[in-house]
């Protein structure tokens, strides 16, 4: 073991964004979803979700769009000095950025604002000059996304992402000349060397479509990957580089055939599934070497691309974590990485931040700094900044990138555990558990619930909802398994929701969710609502249905008492009802009672069962609504009746139920902002057991399909810890006594107050619809009163040492 303070120094100097040397690579930081960072190169700073950076045409400037839930900026910097030379907020602003060719002018996308930003340089300062308005504003539904420059004859092409759309406009006079629909979301769009062929990458039809800027009209449309994104030119403009996100590959389109002559796979294993999220590409200098964003890998892939049809992987290069755009200025890669360095750690533990650490957050229009921690506008991003790497330096980045990766195919197949365990290690193997059922919460962490609960590591100070509100859910933790050390993949319930239920959140989610998170327009698309935002293999239940296992979902995926994808047709309840604080858990507990009931009688329960139980998001305080103790406590007295009743029925010992929070979002956790509550109890679960090992999200599903006999779906999933730790190889048949509320389940509020005031404006009706900074500090103040400082969101960084090649 290294010396603890060296590992600390190294890991402070780390933080820092300065130079980086070679003894940088000597440390690892573990993120929270168990993959790990080494990033290499010169760092620096960037804004909140860095998604695009553009070169001037002569070379001098960089600029960057940051298009996160705080605050959204555009940043300029200095190509040669490598340094920040300005930075402009911008109200609202998505991904769309491009240079003029005279170098004086940078048009950016002003978002669901629905129009572009016109930026004058002067003296290596941003002006806002004016803006092209493209239509009215959100609710208006548009919003452009990449954008070109024809200088020479003054036009602008703008692809949008709402209405699916290439918008053509006179630069002159700044009005639109022509509208094309594009068939899908639109992305990126590229002008060739002879300005007469525009490429768009439509994002959700899974095509290049190909536009003739003379005849005004497409010519081609050549098929490609799976949420084709960013594109990169050839010099001479004979071969475009497409990114597929859900392929892990780049297609190569000869542009004189207008075909796909090659597919190159991004990811660090061949075949592997769904999970790089390959986002981003550049070509060298000389165009013989291409480097490709691998955004959920945390690296960037190298090929050999000197003979295009015949190109060769050279290797991987460690970057930050989740890079979105990849650029080549000069002999240097610059890589802006979407989540920053490192997790943020907060070097004082559970107390609130102080006023030196004020950090950014966003209310409607207007930026203000808060002294709160918010994980969805908490993780910064940060440029990379290195030279190209010499053959034996790409060897030595390619190990690294490989240490940092839980994933290998091998895990496809085998899994960590006992072989004599219930959990089975293969997929062959069988398991004495029959009946899965899969419980699905709302947005609370760990030290919220579980803090005061002896032998975890909670801190008593940010309990909100201890034992005496949610005592079914403490004896659920002390009677079976206390699970302290997990954390769920996810940053809030727009992305939560698809992490639960398919082990991945798309690249469409993770770049959209915080503009509407932000207040800046946009709709809530995740839970199967829309296309593009869905997994390229589906969710779990399209798994069950692959592979043959029987299964229903009981509010999960089916609003309005509708399934929202096809693969819940005919396998869902019709009568139960999905997200609605207005309805008890309680009364969902008893909707499911009489299907599982009806089931029973029939020997026709499922073997999977996905169920709802969302009351712990509660209303806040506004006023005549149900209180946030009473939700809290209904929905612990729902959780408990129904183990308690599953544990009296027949099939209790052939049983396993795995219960977790979607996300853990802005809830305070001493540990982490990602550490939330789980519980897991069944027959062959162990009793009065504390499990330390660190679990996620995709723990469980990993958990879940080694039970049921299924392939993992993604590279996350594949790469999890089981939680076989804690199951027995015998059962225990005894069951579990339901503990009655200890409060009046229909409290409502009355106190009329600023608290309460906050809470009349909050719209309760949908996850997440609702400010949730400023709903959790409600909840706060609402148990601890206004004399306890609301402390925000803690996260851990998680720090080892590299092994060495004798430790391998």
């Known amino acids: ?244 996100a859900n392929d892990n590959s780049v297609s190569v389109i000869d542009t004189k055939l207008d075909k796909v002559i090659e597919t190159l796979n991004a990811a660090l294993y061949p075949g592997a599934p769904s999970g790089s999220t390959t986002n981003a590409v550049a070509l060298s200098q000389k165009g013989k070497t291409l480097y490709v964003a691998n955004a959920d890998n945390n690296c960037i892939a190298v090929f050999d ?178 699970l302290d050390n997990f954390y769920v993949d996810a940053e809030v319930s727009a992305d939560g929701h698809n992490w639960s239920m398919g082990a991945y959140a798309t690249d469409y989610l993770e770049k959209t969710w915080p503009t509407s998170y932000g207040k800046r327009g946009g709709n809530y698309d995740a839970e199967g609502n829309r296309a593009i935002a869905n997994n390229k293999a589906g969710f779990i239940w399209d798994h069950c249905k692959k592979y043959g296992i029987s299964y229903r979902t009981y509010g999960e995926f089916a609003d309005d008492y509708n399934p929202n994808i096809k693969s819940l047709t005919g396998h869902y309840c019709p009568y139960y009802t999905g997200f609605n604080t207005s309805v008890m858990d309680t009364t969902r507990f008893y909707q499911w009672k009489r299907d599982f009931d009806s089931l029973m009688a029939i020997h026709a329960v499922p073997q999977f069962n996905t169920v709802r139980f969302g009351n712990d998001h509660t209303s806040g305080l506004k006023l005549g609504a149900k209180s946030p103790f009473a939700m809290v406590a209904d929905n612990d007295l729902a959780v408990g009746m129904f183990i308690d009743y599953l544990s009296k029925s027949s099939i209790w010992k052939e049983t396993a139920v795995f219960i977790l929070e979607d996300d853990a979002q802005n809830g305070a956790d001493h540990v982490d902002a990602h550490r939330s509550t789980a519980y897991i109890a069944g027959g062959f679960v162990k009793r009065n057991f504390i499990d330390h090992t660190p679990y996620t999200t995709t723990s469980v599903l990993r958990t879940i399909e080694l039970i049921l006999g299924m392939p993992p779906m993604t590279q996350y999933d594949a790469a999890a810890t089981p939680m076989w730790r804690s199951f027995n190889t015998t059962a225990d048949t005894s069951g579990f006594t339901m503990i009655p509320a200890t409060i009046d389940l229909l409290q409502k509020n009355l106190v009329r107050n600023k608290w309460q005031q906050r809470s009349e404006t909050f719209n309760v009706t949908k996850e997440d619809a609702i400010p949730d900074l400023e709903f959790n500090e409600v909840l706060w103040h609402a148990v601890k009163g206004d004399a306890v400082p609301f402390p925000g969101p803690r996260h851990a960084a998680f720090v080892q040492p590299l092994q060495s090649e004798e430790d391998d």
Not at 104 to 123: E, F, M, P, Q, T
Not at 313 to 331: A, E, F, N, Q, R
Not at 342 to 359: I, L, Y
Not at 413 to 424: F, I, L, R, S, Y
């Open 1 to 244: 073991m290294k010396n603890f303070s060296i590992i600390i120094a190294l890991f402070l100097y780390f933080n820092c964004f300065a130079q980086t040397s070679d003894s940088l690579n000597k440390i690892r930081l573990r993120l929270p979803n168990g993959w790990s960072i080494t990033p290499v190169g010169k760092r620096l700073p960037l804004g909140d979700l860095p998604l695009n950076m553009v070169v001037s045409p002569d070379k001098r400037l960089v600029a960057v769009t940051n298009n996160g839930q705080s605050v959204q900026t555009l940043q300029l910097f200095d190509a040669r000095k490598e340094k920040q030379l300005d930075w402009v907020e911008v109200g609202k602003a998505w991904y769309g950025l491009a240079f003029s060719g005279d170098n004086k002018y940078l048009y950016a996308s002003g978002g669901n604002d629905n129009c572009i930003l016109r930026y004058h340089i002067v003296n290596n300062k941003l002006e806002l000059k004016d803006s092209i308005q493209l239509g009215k504003r959100w609710p208006n539904k548009l919003s452009p996304a990449g954008i070109a420059i024809d200088d020479a004859k003054q036009q602008l092409y703008v692809i949008t992402k709402e209405n699916n759309s290439l918008y053509v406009v006179d630069l002159k006079t700044r009005k639109v000349q022509n509208v094309f629909p594009l068939g899908g979301e639109g992305y990126c769009c590229l002008l060739s060397s002879t300005r007469q062929q525009l490429f768009i990458s439509c994002w959700g039809c899974d095509k290049v479509l190909v536009f003739d800027t003379e005849k005004g009209k497409f010519t081609a449309s050549i098929p490609v990957g799976d949420n084709p994104n960013e594109m990169v030119l050839s010099a001479d403009g004979h071969y475009l580089f497409v990114c597929n």
């Open 305 to 482: 691309v000197s003979t295009p049809g015949r190109s060769m992987s050279k290797g991987y290069i460690p970057s930050g974590w989740y890079p979105t755009s990849i650029k080549m200025v000069g002999d240097k890669i610059w890589i802006a990485n979407g989540k920053g360095f490192s997790s943020m750690a907060n070097p004082h533990g559970p107390n609130p931040v102080s006023s030196k650490e004020k950090v950014w957050r966003h209310e409607g229009d207007t930026a203000q700094q808060k002294g709160v921690q918010y994980i969805a506008g908490l993780f910064k991003g940060g440029l990379t900044i290195l030279p190209a790497p010499s053959a034996w330096q790409l060897g030595e980045y390619t190990k690294a990138v490989y240490g940092n990766t839980p994933y290998n195919n091998k895990k496809e197949t085998m899994a960590e555990g006992d072989v004599h365990n219930p959990v089975p290690t293969s997929l062959h193997q069988g398991s004495p558990i029959k009946y899965v059922f899969y419980v699905i919460k709302e947005n609370r962490t760990y030290d919220q619930v579980l803090g005061d609960m002896p032998g975890g590591n909670g801190d008593t100070s940010l309990v909100l909802f201890g034992q005496h509100i949610t005592p079914n859910l403490h004896a659920l933790a002390s009677k079976f398994v206390l």
